[in-house]
């Protein structure tokens, strides 16, 4: 019997005693830590993109001090150059916090969650989806990559 009879590869089948209840549950949380995995990717984003209007800001500085306008120039310069985009902090500050508090946890407690109750197994829900979804035995729908005909 070929992979693509069976099903998913061992590291996705569900593990006995594990209920349909708990893999639901566990497939909701990693749907919930994608979503924060998003979240983290456009703080970085805003990080970046703040720090480039940031540097932007100095060439227009520059270039208003050129064409003669200096007392805009210089309160441009003085007051939003380098300005904390939160109260005593620059991005990169906002960005270490995020990594080190909220996204560290919400990472910790999904693998603790995958490890406690489906033997670190990961995207089991997505796995059984992909089982009801295919239609086995053809072509690109094969269950794993050493399913695909040579």
């Not at 594990?18 to 949380?29: F, I, K, M, P, R």
């Not at 939160?86 to 909220?102: L, S």
């Amino acid at each position: 019997m070929t992979n693509d009879e069976q099903g998913p590869d061992a590291a996705h089948q569900v593990p006995d005693g594990v209920s349909d209840d708990t893999v639901e549950a566990l497939g909701t949380l990693s749907a919930a830590l994608e979503v924060i995995e998003h979240a983290r990717g456009l703080l970085y984003g805003f990080h970046r993109l703040t720090g480039k209007a940031d540097l932007d800001l100095g060439e227009a500085v520059e270039q208003l001090r050129t064409a003669g306008h200096t007392e805009l120039a210089d309160r441009i310069d003085r007051e939003l150059i380098g300005r904390n985009v939160i109260a005593g902090r620059w991005t990169f500050q906002v960005v270490e916090d995020y990594d080190d508090g909220y996204y560290a946890l919400a990472k910790e407690l999904e693998r603790t969650a995958r490890e406690d109750l489906a033997g670190g197994r990961r995207h089991l829900f997505e796995a059984g989806m992909k089982e009801d979804r295919r239609t086995q035995a053809r072509r690109h729908h094969e269950a794993t990559p050493s399913d695909l005909p040579d």
